[in-house]
Nanobody
């Protein structure tokens, strides 16, 4: 059974940076797409980044482009999300998710992902 475990969240001041990690286990990881989503209180879950298994294709919504960077280390079965210039509105629980097969048109859709981590809290103080 595939398991995803996020880490790296915490309390940070506005303008700071964080690097979130998502470690995958319990499967043979190739040809996957990994995504990061976030959910703030009383808001819908929001897509923030995705990466192909090869690492050479990444996806970001315009809302985070330039501040968020997704990367992966296949030797460690780990995906990272670097967040710079943090803003109070970035406060949310951040989730990583894995999809074995996904159409490019569905990259931003949470229903397209097969496995989810438990989430890591990011709180940005002003």
């Amino acid at each position: 059974q595939v398991q995803l475990v996020e880490s790296g969240g915490g309390l940070v001041q506005a303008g700071g940076s964080l690097r979130l990690s998502c470690a995958a286990s319990g499967g043979t990881f190739s040809r996957y797409t990994m995504g990061w989503f976030r959910q703030a209180p009383e808001k819908e879950r929001e897509f923030v980044a995705a990466i192909s298994w090869s690492g050479d294709v990444t996806y970001y919504p315009n809302s985070v482009k330039g501040r968020f960077t997704i990367s992966n280390d296949n030797a460690k079965n780990t995906v990272y999300l670097q967040i710079n210039s943090l803003k109070p509105e970035d406060t949310a629980v951040y989730y990583c998710a894995l999809a074995w097969r996904i159409q490019a048109t569905a990259i931003m859709r949470d229903y397209a992902y097969d496995y989810w981590g438990q989430g890591t809290q990011v709180t940005v103080s002003s």
